[in-house]
Each structure stands twice: as structure tokens, then as C-alpha cells.
């Protein structure tokens, strides 16, 4: 009987262990003053940034962190689907896995890419602290 108990005990407190963590983070631009963020490795990190490519300017990702993060795939553009608008704004969504321990620079600029010298309109840095 008291091995049962170990047992059930060692599973509780796992399970709540697990729950403390959440599965992902996100982040948004307003929210860069969370900066420098930990994360987990193990989390999905996923950085969402206000756009519209429409004018011609993007988001150009300059340092993706490699240290501690691993790209999920290419940046995704959504337009909210209540503006009704052509032309209006949307989010640029990026997704990683926190991959590895460590710290890394997570920097991007938006700008037009064909404008030479020109500087950016905004930047985003974060450093990204996986534990």
C-alpha cells in the first residue's frame, strides 16, 4: 500500500507541475516590455506583430534567436476578418519551439525591402531566455 501512495503522490505533483507550464507563449508588440522573456524548452513560442503589407512595408526577421529556437515555418499574414476593408491592417504571425537552454536575440525590422539606407519604420527586440 505505501508504494501505491509513493506512486500516486510522485503522479499528482508531476501532473501539477505540468499544469503551471503553459504549452505556449505569446507575445505581441506591446508587449515587448516583457523583455528579456523566459520561456521553457519544450514551449512553442509564438511572436505576433501588427502589419500591412499592403503599403509595401514588412516585417523582415534579422535574427531569429538560433540558440534557442527552431522556426516552425514562414511568417503568416491574417487580416481580421471584421475590417471589411481592402487594405487595412492585419497580424504577421511567427511560430517557434524553444529547441535548446540558452539565450538568444530575437530582432526584426519593418520597412520596405527595396528602400536602400532607408530607415526602418519600426524594431522589435526581444532576448529570448530558455531554461
Sequence with gaps: ???????????????AACAQTP???TLEQKQQGKCPLSVQVGQQFILRLPSNP???????????APQVLQSLGPEVYSN???AGLVGSAGI???RFQ??????????LTYERPWEVG??????????????
Design 98 to 107: 524553444v529547441a535548446k537552454a540558452g539565450e538568444g536575440q530575437l530582432a
Design 1 to 15: 500500500m505505501p508504494v501505491i501512495r509513493t506512486a500516486l503522490l510522485l503522479s499528482l505533483a508531476l501532473l
Design 80 to 82: 481580421p476578418e471584421d
Design 92 to 94: 504577421s504571425t511567427w
Design 118 to 131: 532607408v530607415v526602418p519604420a519600426q524594431r522589435f527586440n526581444c532576448t529570448i531566455k530558455a531554461r
Design 54 to 64: 499592403t503599403t509595401g512595408f514588412r516585417w523582415l526577421l534579422r535574427d531569429a
Design 23 to 25: 504549452s505556449s507563449v
